[in-house]
């Protein structure tokens, strides 16, 4: 089955695959499984709220890594409470994937709030999105 070009693209050149660059403190998150068909963790560098600098390490099809590479090249030097607001259904209908694969784009979702609460916890009281 061909892919769409967007996720071709983000297949055969995936942006921000990997540890992001930089120092300081790396904020994690993962969700799935190989026995889900997905796995992906989600690695950032947070200052003053925003989003320093993403990346990802991903397990998984066409649609997973094309997923991840997208969201991830949206959230570069976003607020780091964007990790709590991803919208599957949205990055679904432009990827025009199809949906039996839906759950890929939630495992990724799962790893953006598991990256969120990584982060939310090094955060004094009043400081963090949920506080």
């Not at 297949?11 to 969700?31: M, N, Q, S």
């Not at 979702?109 to 916890?121: E, F, I, V």
Request: hydrophobic letters at 40%.
């Amino acid at each position: 089955m061909p892919y769409p070009p967007l996720v071709q693209e983000h297949f055969d050149r995936p942006c921000h695959a990997g540890t992001p660059p930089g120092d300081g403190r790396l904020y994690r998150g993962e969700a799935g499984s190989p026995a889900q068909g997905a796995q992906v963790r989600i690695e950032m560098r947070a200052g003053g709220g925003h989003i320093e600098a993403i990346g990802f390490h991903a397990w998984g099809c066409p649609w997973t890594i094309a997923a991840c590479s997208l969201a991830v090249s949206r959230l570069q030097r976003a607020p780091v409470a964007a990790l709590g607001h991803f919208a599957p259904q949205a990055l679904a209908e432009e990827l025009g994937l199809p949906v039996e694969r839906l759950g890929r784009l939630l495992i990724l979702g799962d790893a953006l709030r598991n990256c969120l609460a990584d982060w939310d916890t090094t955060q004094p009281a009043g400081n963090s999105p949920s506080g």
